[in-house]
């Protein structure tokens, strides 16, 4: 059972665009949801996250947008470069101390 | 900074055997460790959530006879994969964090890739 669904395995974009990746959750006890980006090759590494108390976190061109009634939450990076290029998975965890379920991962493709 | 290290970071071995693989926490202490297992068709699949000083809690499909695990302080953890089959090859990461604070970042290492022949 995939608690954590990201719904495109794939996504395009032109450097410059705002890449939008999205990301649903069944839990409603989750509270805490990272975003974590992984080159190939490379371990997870945390991107930004953000709690289900907030609306919104930003942290430069990285945006979460979090809909809690939905249960969806959304990544937004601004301004994408090729440098983004990497696989980006959502995650989500009942307060800390548990473990993370991850979603199935969305790799982005920046192109210049 | 927070680093976790983990090796081999790749191996190989024959159906049927067994092989080792360690996780390292380097500037932090590691109170929970999470093994996880990331295949071509899966995402990451939690294979058990060690604590110090708590039982290690596996989920299910996964159990301490197939992937003992040992935890033994705050910097370092192995899981060993027993009788090794093809539907075992996969990435294994371990992702190590800092307990009794709210929403601690887990840090990930770069994983052991196991490759059953």
């Known amino acids: 059972q995939q608690q954590v669904r990201q719904s495109s395995q794939s996504l395009t974009v032109w450097e410059g665009e705002t890449a939008i990746l999205n990301c649903s959750y069944e839990?409603?006890?989750?509270?805490?949801f990272p975003w974590y980006q992984q080159f190939p090759g490379e371990g997870p590494a945390l991107l930004i996250a953000?709690?289900?108390?907030?609306d919104k976190k930003e942290d430069g061109r990285f945006t979460i947008f979090f809909n809690k009634r939905e249960k969806n939450l959304s990544l937004h990076i601004k301004d994408s470069q090729p440098g983004d290029s990497a696989t980006y998975f959502c995650?989500?965890?009942?307060?800390?101390?548990?473990?993370?379920?991850f979603g199935t991962g969305t790799k982005l493709q920046v192109v210049p | 900074g927070a680093l976790v290290y983990q090796y081999p970071r790749r191996t190989i071995c024959k159906s049927g055997t067994s092989m080792r693989m360690e996780c390292q926490a380097v500037g932090f202490q590691a109170t929970s460790v999470a093994w996880y297992r990331q295949s071509p068709q899966k995402t990451f699949e939690l294979i058990a959530l060690s604590t110090v000083n708590s039982a290690i809690k596996y989920e299910q499909n996964f159990t301490q006879e197939k992937f003992p695990i040992s935890h033994p302080n705050l910097s370092f953890s192995s899981m060993t994969v027993l009788n090794a089959y093809l539907e075992d090859r996969g990435l294994y990461l371990c992702?190590?964090?800092?307990?009794?604070?709210?929403?601690?970042?887990?840090?990930f290492g770069k994983g052991t890739r196991l490759t059953v022949v």
């Open positions: 992702g190590a964090r800092v307990l009794g604070q709210a929403n601690t970042e887990v840090f």
């Open positions: 953000i709690r289900s108390v907030s």
């Open positions: 995650a989500a965890e009942v307060n800390s101390g548990t473990y993370q379920r």
């Open positions: 839990n409603s006890a989750f509270d805490y």
